[in-house]
């Protein structure tokens, strides 16, 4: 089946420590999302990705860092400068941007935790 | 600029009543509208959109939504609310010439279903 694969499913980062997370997709999407999701904020854009080798910043893009080396892969690290990186992480694709009528997929999230 | 305002935290109702999920939104031109639905600690599940067309939009798990362009809103509805449908709501908008930017989410609203 076609889908989204994030991992960790749960990461605990301590203070000072870059963490890189996993997003995989198989649906041959050519548009890649991350978005931070905190209690009562909604979904927040980190970064995103219309084709490989290129991205551009979200709302909240400071103290993260994102490569798209390949069409499947999207990663995201949160480096040390994330000074609360404690969220759920959701990765999203989408058939190609622009007009058109694509809603996203997403993956089923990675937890960071500071301990 | 796009935005998207869910005026309920949280929505309470008892099984078996209808059920509204309320959305309002601002885009420049033409809207794109979508509904997702999140379940604990996992990724957002498409529920239904808007491109084009009829108002009323038929969604899975026997949602609807109404759009109304003159009061820029986007109101989940359900005839008869089950305990399973106890969830995170998001309701997400992008314009439709907006070119590549992506979409934008509420902050959602819990839904809570009452046996």
């Known amino acids: 089946d076609g889908g989204i694969t994030q991992s960790p499913k749960y990461l605990f980062r301590k203070e000072g420590q870059n963490v890189t997370l996993s997003c995989e997709q198989n649906?041959?999407?050519?548009?890649m999302y991350w978005y931070r999701q905190d209690p009562g904020q909604g979904l927040r854009l980190i970064y995103y990705?219309?084709?490989?080798?290129?991205?551009q910043k979200g709302d909240i893009a400071e103290g993260y860092s994102v490569s798209r080396e390949k069409k499947e892969s999207f990663p995201l690290t949160v480096t040390s400068a994330q000074k609360n990186p404690t969220a759920f992480y959701l990765c999203?694709?989408?058939?190609?941007?622009?007009?058109?009528?694509?809603?996203?997929?997403f993956g089923p999230g990675t937890r960071v935790t500071v301990v | 600029a796009q935005s998207v305002a869910q005026p309920e935290d949280q929505v309470n109702v008892a099984e078996g009543n209808p059920l509204t999920v309320k959305c309002t939104y601002s885009?420049?031109?033409?809207?794109?509208l979508f509904w997702y639905v999140q379940y604990p600690n996992r990724g957002l599940q498409f529920l239904l959109k808007?491109?084009?067309?009829?108002?009323l939009v038929k969604g899975s798990y026997g949602f609807e939504a109404e759009f109304n362009k003159s009061q820029t809103s986007f109101h989940l509805k359900k005839p008869s609310a089950l305990v399973s449908d106890s969830a995170l709501y998001f309701c997400a908008v992008r314009a439709l010439n907006s070119g590549n930017t992506p979409l934008v989410f509420g902050k959602g609203t819990r839904l809570s279903v009452i046996a």
């Open positions: 990705s219309q084709i490989v080798n290129d991205f």
């Open positions: 885009v420049s031109g033409n809207p794109y």
């Open positions: 808007y491109i084009t067309g009829d108002n």
């Open positions: 999203a694709s989408t058939p190609r941007t622009g007009p058109g009528d694509y809603g996203y997929t």
């Open positions: 649906l041959n999407h050519d548009a």
